[in-house]
């Protein structure tokens, strides 16, 4: 049989259940969730079976806590600023000019032809098509392709079908 988890008395159990009620951040009120029905005793398994989280992250949490105390707690995710841009800005009124004039092969930009510019002016050896779409839209450019025309199209006949169509 598991011994129960022993958490250090930061907070009583009346204190964190207070904080679990009152926790603006759902993620810092679960965590309380948990730490306050330690403190009254339940076993890992039934905190498991209330919470929905997984063991091995509310023994972490645990230990998180009994190392630092409350500021272990919460969601950390808030301060990451995340990675560093692919282009700098410098680099994006490159790319907006580059995307002003036509692709060195003719044709139009696409992804693709984006995704090869970017990796020549960051030195990568390669970036996915899909990134080079994402800068082309976030940009604000477009895929501008005209409908395609059948080869036995009689542009005549369309244009007299357009002139003789009722309107309602």
């Not at 969601?75 to 907006?96: A, F, M, V, Y």
């Not at 604000?140 to 007299?160: I, Y």
Request: glycine share 8%; net charge positive; aromatic share 10%.
């Amino acid at each position: 049989m598991r011994k129960h988890i022993t958490i250090k008395p930061f907070l009583s159990s009346a204190e964190l259940k207070v904080r679990y009620l009152k926790a603006k951040d759902t993620v810092e009120a679960r965590q309380y969730h948990m730490l306050w029905l330690l403190s009254k005793g339940k076993l890992v398994p039934e905190v498991v079976d209330v919470t929905g989280y997984c063991p091995d992250w509310i023994r972490e949490l645990v230990r998180r806590y009994n190392r630092c105390g409350e500021k272990a707690l919460g969601d950390k995710r808030h301060n990451n600023k995340g990675g560093k841009p692919l282009l700098t800005d410098n680099q994006k009124l490159e790319l907006i000019k580059a995307l002003q004039e036509r692709p060195s092969d003719g044709g139009l930009w696409n992804g693709v032809k984006v995704a090869y510019w970017i990796a020549k002016k960051t030195g990568r050896n390669f970036i996915y098509p899909q990134r080079g779409w994402k800068y082309l839209i976030d940009l604000g450019f477009s895929l501008k392709v005209p409908r395609p025309t059948h080869k036995k199209a009689n542009k005549k006949a369309q244009d007299n079908f357009k002139k003789n169509l009722k309107r309602r």
